[in-house]
């Protein structure tokens, strides 16, 4: 079962921020730090990210909330966050601005960045 959780436009103004009523100010409107992946599915380092994604929402399953946005389909998003290359990653703290990476990052990678920038253990 797939833990990560694909977000549209709609969703992602409820669950991540309403950059429309906001513009210029970041409000994450979650309960838990996120992880969003802008990818698309023809992209080969998505496919290999996609799955390490999967064991990191499982693993800090309750902790964070990973979210995938599939640039192809939700365009609109992609172009209000500057997603030149895919796939990009965007860490949502709770009480910071967040942070964005690009490219297919090993999973100690991403689990440093669980630990340093979302402050999860």
Known sequence: MKKAIQLTKADFLTK???YETSPNEWNYLGDKPAIVDFYADWCGP???VGP???E???EYEGKIYVYKVDTETEQELAAVFGIQSIPTLLFIPMNDKPQIAQG???KNTLIEVINDVL???
């Open 56 to 58: 990191l929402a499982k």
């Open 16 to 18: 991540v921020v309403n």
């Open 52 to 54: 390490v994604l999967e």
């Open 46 to 48: 998505c496919k290999m």
């Open 104 to 106: 297919a990052l090993p």
């Open 119 to 121: 402050k999860v253990k």
